[in-house]
């Protein structure tokens, strides 16, 4: 999947803001790598669940715009959770089942240890 932001007009703004979130959540203390995340399927409370960039979030109903990497930690970002207010949410890197990359052929296999 080539990297896209939800709701950007073309590519020059979505480099833009893009930059912007990912500022907005290092300045909450995260440690971000610069891994352009599409994809997270996961495991949370014995359900699979999977947020990717551009679809519906099923833990706040709400468009996922972003997603980070910091360390041992996911960092999903809708509107209100770490794109215009607030911390995003956080997913364990020991509960990925697969991560997929903007730009990336093959899909991950987890457990992932969190170094992307």
């Keep these: 999947m080539k990297f896209f ?46 947020d990717t960039v551009g679809e519906i979030a099923p833990s706040n109903g709400e468009h996922v715009v972003a997603i980070f990497n910091a360390k041992d930690l996911y960092l999903v970002c809708t509107y209100s959770r770490g794109v215009a207010m607030g911390g995003p949410m956080l997913t364990g890197a020991y509960q990925i089942q697969q991560l997929v990359l903007f730009d990336s052929p093959e899909p991950e296999a987890a457990p992932h240890n969190g170094s992307q």
């Excluded at 979505?14 to 352009?36: L, M, N, P, T």
């Design 5 to 50: 932001l939800p709701a950007a007009s073309d590519e020059e703004q979505a480099e833009r803001v893009y930059g912007q979130i990912k500022e907005f959540v290092r300045s909450q203390g995260h440690q971000i790598s610069d891994a352009r995340i599409y994809s997270i399927t996961f495991n949370r409370n014995g359900r699979t669940e999977t």
